[in-house]
């Protein structure tokens, strides 16, 4: 069993700055990467950062200067540093993981958390 809970959402001014979690736990053998997403009402869901197990980041052009992803290996956990948020950032945000749960396990399977809201308004 794989669990990943999101923290840290809330609603912020235009400007201001969030942090948030995204702690994985369970059953896990090798993370291969962990991101991002956000949705947003009548959207689809898209990609804001991540980053593999080596460290590599990636970052979705609409957040490149502003967003900084970033992990802890030893705690299985990812975090997204949000500054300058504007209005267009609110959306609901979604931990993903791409992990081996078991080292006899074929393929990597991804997991999701249960999203985080997080609202720009003034």
């Known amino acids: 069993q794989v669990q990943l809970v999101e923290s840290g959402g809330g609603l912020v001014q235009p400007g201001g700055s969030l942090r948030l979690s995204c702690a994985a736990s369970g059953s896990i053998f090798r993370i291969s990467a962990m991101g991002w997403y956000r949705q947003a009402p009548g959207k689809r869901r898209e990609l804001v950062a991540l980053i593999t197990s080596d460290g590599t980041t990636t970052n979705a052009d609409s957040v490149k200067g502003r967003f900084t992803i970033s992990r802890d290996g030893a705690k299985n956990t990812v975090y997204l540093q949000m500054n300058n948020l504007k209005p267009e950032d609110t959306a609901v945000y979604y931990c993903?993981?791409?992990?081996?749960?078991?080292?006899?396990?074929?393929?990597?399977?991804?997991?999701w958390g249960q999203g985080t809201q997080v609202t720009v308004s003034s």
């Open positions: 993903n993981a791409v992990l081996l749960a078991r080292e006899e396990d074929r393929a990597y399977d991804n997991y």
